[in-house]
């Protein structure tokens, strides 16, 4: 019977020591495993992928030159247009 109530609180000092511990450690490591597969998937999320990215620019790049040969339109309106009427119907008549 003593060796019963002997036993009996320290059962209890192991189960508030550790019971705690226990519960904290097994919780930190699941928490962060979910934590580093969540951070890892947001960062292989990528706003464009490669060919989007290039049609893009491609559109860029023509929309620049369109406003840079609005420009020159502005600045000197007949020599462009008469170049352009005379390569345009050059092409044509090839």
């Known amino acids: 019977m003593t060796k019963k109530k002997a036993f009996t ?6 189960s508030i ?8 450690l097994s919780l930190n490591k699941s928490l962060e495993s979910w934590v580093t597969n969540w951070w890892n998937t947001k960062q292989s ?3 464009l992928n490669d060919i ?3 049609s893009i620019l491609e ?12 420009e020159m339109i502005k600045e000197c309106p007949e020599t ?3 170049s352009f009427v005379w390569e345009s119907t050059k092409k044509l008549s090839n």
């Open 52 to 54: 989007q990215e290039k």
């Open 80 to 82: 462009i247009y008469k």
């Open 17 to 24: 020591v550790f019971l705690p511990w226990w519960i904290s």
């Open 45 to 47: 999320e990528t706003f």
């Open 9 to 14: 609180p320290l059962l209890y000092l192991a």
């Open 59 to 70: 559109k860029f790049i023509e929309l620049e030159e369109l406003f840079f040969l609005d």
